[in-house]
């Protein structure tokens, strides 16, 4: 599974850091750096959580 951001919706809120810190991060400028293009083994269900809690709808799965 790919993470898949939409940076021009992205706002930098931290849902998905919150949710999954080992992937997401928010800097301090309020970017968001993704530590993985793939989901890693294990984290599927923290990602999945961090996609459906984005506020702006930044972010998808692709290959579900």
Do not use: N
Request: one cysteine or more.
């Amino acid at each position: 599974m790919k993470i898949q951001v939409d940076w021009d919706r992205c706002t930098g809120m931290g849902m998905c850091e919150s949710l999954a810190p080992d992937v997401f991060e928010v800097d301090d400028d309020g970017s968001l750096i993704v530590h993985a293009e793939e989901v890693p083994e294990g984290m599927e269900s923290d990602v999945r959580e961090a996609v459906a809690a984005c506020p702006t709808e930044a972010l998808s799965l692709e290959g579900e």
